[in-house]
């Protein structure tokens, strides 16, 4: 499909390799040096795409997408930026960008986005509020926003929160509203894939390729073809199979196991994590660059200890036509309870609770809180001995959760860290502070 493309870059290299690069495909052409040269352009001709730099003299590419938001709100724009330089492509993408391009741009990467950019189906409607994301505090209407504006776009998003605050539900509403909604939506757990089977499991194998392999396999990535990859716990990737998903960002190409020819797949990446990715680089267990290719948009999602305020609307959202409702003495106990496995904690509590009522309006004795973690009505730390017994409490339910955690995980102690929104080295300290690595 060829169209009519707009280059702005104040680099002449730059944006001359463009230029050849796109008429060599069959498209029309025009280049400005920056926003200011590149109005008149978009006066006096008809453009199916804009490629801009963000880095430019006079006017910059932010100045010149605000003016064609403005003037052609439903022109594309895909920004063009050095690494150095991605943080501002966060506010591009606000401005409804659709993607973005690394420089210096490999050609497989640009005629792939242009491919992508000018094959754009009209705009679906994105409804103001998210009917999956329940609740009214500033925090999940903040989370709202990003996911409308996530869904208008087709770059990369990267979602970071605790265990259990709703990262794939998210995931989920940002395809359902996207451009590539009619398209394939495939979830991948990276924590649950032994390591040796990588690049079977991504790329695919044809049969006879290895010990095993009696029949071709397509693999993530062309099974999501044309739709969405989300990669939940993407930190759980080994560094060289980063550097592997790294590639197929870039350039999308994909050449399975056994295979020769690679194919190409036009893939948008989701992905997930409970840890915070700035500690993961600066450990080493997460590679700089793949962090800023999946980080076209962040969302960060909040603990449900945050959100207090929807815990009541969650509540009977779970409980739907299950039970009569609440007791106050109910609410108020879900309402001041930690929840170290958020929503979905306080979900599987509501339901629990729903079923042991049969039915009828829920009480305290209904729900399976520690009674440390639900203190009664008006209780305070002065109400024992000061800070040392609500430290104490603290602690109580700290340990609780974690033995809880290891009963759940049938004493697996990844899968017990994973619940518990920490790493498995802080879980081993946690371990030997409370004792528990001696009990049976």
């Known amino acids: 499909m060829s169209g009519s493309v707009l280059v702005v870059d104040d680099q002449a290299s730059a944006a001359q390799f463009l230029r050849l690069l796109l008429e060599q495909q069959g498209h029309k052409v025009e280049t400005a040096s920056n926003g200011l040269e590149a109005l008149p352009l978009l006066e006096d001709h008809h453009f199916d795409l804009v490629l801009s730099d963000l880095d430019m003299p006079e006017m910059d590419g932010l100045e010149l997408m605000h003016r064609i938001r403005q003037r052609w709100p439903d022109l594309p724009v895909v920004a063009v930026t050095a690494l150095s330089d991605v943080s501002k492509v966060v506010e591009v993408v606000q401005l409804g960008a659709i993607d973005y391009l690394l420089k210096p741009a490999q050609p497989a990467a640009v005629l792939s986005t ?46 970071t929160g605790e265990t259990g605050t709703g990262k794939e539900l998210v995931a989920r509403a940002i395809h359902r509203y996207s451009r590539l909604a009619d398209g394939p939506f495939v979830s991948h757990n990276c924590a649950v894939m032994p390591r040796d089977l990588f690049e079977s499991a991504f ?197 609780r959760a974690i033995v809880q955690a290891l009963e759940d995980a049938s004493g697996n102690r990844s899968a017990a860290a994973r619940a518990l929104g920490i790493d498995r080295s802080t879980l081993r300290r946690k371990l030997r502070e409370y004792g528990i690595e001696d009990e049976d």
């Open 114 to 159: 242009v491919r992508k950019a000018l094959a754009l189906r009209p705009k679906r409607d994105v409804p103001r509020t998210i009917p999956e994301l329940v609740g009214k505090s500033r925090a999940i209407l903040e989370v709202r926003h990003l996911v409308t504006l996530a869904a208008g776009s087709s770059v990369p998003v990267l979602i």
């Open 203 to 399: 790329f695919g194998h044809r049969r006879g390729s290895f010990t095993g392999a009696d029949r071709d396999h397509a693999g993530l990535l062309v099974e999501a073809h044309g739709g969405v990859l989300f990669l939940d716990e993407v930190q759980a990737l080994l560094y060289e199979h980063q550097a592997k998903l790294l590639r197929v960002l870039d350039d999308g190409d994909v050449t399975p196991v056994g295979g020769t020819k690679p194919r190409q797949v036009d893939v948008r990446f989701l992905a997930a994590t409970n840890r915070d990715p700035r500690r993961m680089i600066a450990d080493g267990s997460l590679r700089e660059d793949l962090y800023y290719r999946l980080r076209g948009f962040e969302i960060a999602l909040p603990s449900l200890r945050d959100r207090r305020a929807d815990i009541p609307i969650l509540a009977a959202h779970f409980l739907g036509e299950r039970a009569e409702g609440f007791a106050p003495e109910a609410l108020e106990a879900l309402e001041r309870a930690p929840w170290p496995g958020n929503v979905r904690q306080l979900r599987n509590a509501v339901l629990a609770a729903g079923a042991a009522s049969g039915g009828a309006r829920i009480g305290l004795r209904h729900l399976a809180l520690d009674r440390a973690s639900a203190p009664a009505p008006g209780a305070s730390a002065a109400a024992g001995n000061g800070p040392e017994a609500l430290r104490g409490t603290l602690r109580d339910v700290e340990r």
